[in-house]
């Protein structure tokens, strides 16, 4: 606490936001004059519990557990201090990232408390992850919606021009507030752009993400643009992903437990039961990492997505990418991931899959190797379930897996499966009335 208070001063902040990301990965907060911050800090601060069943829009959904039935309640949040960071694209302002207390315990639908849940379940098995989102996104202008170039050639030089005050900034600002900026460019798609950043252990790999989502939209913003994490906004162009990259280590970061040199398929006993139990809990981990029902379009063949739970030795028509360069620089790309989805679902959802495949030494099943393309039906392994590509679908198949259901636990999903029926409830209405398209822009774009 004295350091931050000290770095307050130091830098002159006025403000600093109390943040916490809802199911949809929508950061909400409350801003607190500086002088109040140690006070806030250490005595808590109230705030709507509600915010966890709230759609893009601000509107509370039915069914929940969090809306009228305790009485839109609020709860006593408390900051974790480690996540203290300053924001330089903002004027004298700094955040930290905050987690329920509601009677005596951690309020259990918050992103955040799911994902450390799963990270505490890991390192009791002697493991821990370092991971991190390769997102994809778009930058419009706003008002027109109109991209800045024309082109869509991926990693084109030229384009790149276009955005160059855009990327300045970002490769200026986000650094300052934790997110390491390892390579940027343009995507597939006009006004599609991807910007990595280095992974990280455990909690911050999400954190760090949610700082770099915030980060892009805040400063897309200012520069007179709309920075949109909305996974497919035009159906005519390629939709986003944010695939997550992962590794397991042992408890302390040291040693790599994913590679086997001496394995046929390079990945040791453990990384071949965790894979195994990614490919059997996909069908159930799907709307988890694409949650909304714009993410689900993006779940079929010859799109660069994954339609079928597949895994392969650096193969990206498969769901599950395995990059094996030596001991410590073998992972997992879990190709599930749309741009929409939270960070913190995403990672709770692997680790719960994986783990169940670790604890239970699940066989890792055929993969497609060489040649092989998993959109095609020659090459896909027999017994290969397709992904769900509809809402009613999605939500069906992760009720029916109690190993991630248990997992998660029943209040978080109570939860979010509340969101998303509320979601598809409010799709039909739209394709009854022929505007699909136009009512998913106006209930993800800006916000997402």
Known sequence: MELIKKRLQENGITSVRFEQSDMYGIPHCRAIPTRHFEKM????????????????????????GYGEEIHHADCLAFPDLDTFQILPWCTKTARVLIEGVHEGEKVPVYPRVVARKQLERLEKHGLSLWSAHEHKFFVVKEGTMEPLHGYTNCAAVIPMAAYEPFFQQILNDLPL??????????????????????????????????????????????????????????????????????????????????????????????????VAGLIAHARAIAVLMAPTTNCLKGFKR??????????????????????????????????????GCSPYISMAATIAAGLDGVINKLPLPEGIDGPGDAYKDEHIPPGTQKLPDNMEEAIEALLADAAITDALGPEFIKC???????????????????????WERDYFFHIM
């Open 41 to 64: 800090a250490t005595r808590g601060i109230n705030i709507y519990m509600g915010y966890m069943a709230t759609d893009p829009r601000g509107r509370v959904f039915p069914n929940s």
């Open 177 to 274: 507030a934790g997110v390491d900026i390892e390579c940027y460019g343009v995507e597939a798609a006009m006004g599609q752009l991807e910007i990595t950043y280095r992974p990280e252990f455990g909690i911050k790999a999400a954190d760090t993400a949610h700082t770099y989502k915030i980060g892009i939209k805040e400063i897309a913003q200012k520069q007179g643009l709309v920075a949109s994490f909305m996974t497919k906004p035009f159906p005519e162009r390629s939709s986003c992903s944010a695939h997550y990259c992962h590794s397991l280590w042992d408890v302390a970061g040291k040693v790599s437990m994913l590679y086997d040199a001496g394995s046929p398929t390079r990945l040791s006993e453990v990384g071949q039961h965790w």
């Open 302 to 339: 010859y799109s660069w997505a994954p339609w079928n739970a597949t895994w392969g030795p650096d193969n990206r028509t498969c769901a599950f990418r395995v990059k094996t360069n030596g001991g410590s620089g073998t992972y997992i790309e879990n190709r599930l991931g749309a741009s």
């Open 416 to 438: 979010f499966v509340a969101s998303k029926r509320h979601d598809m409830k409010l799709e039909k209405e739209a394709i009854s009335k022929g505007t699909v398209e136009e």
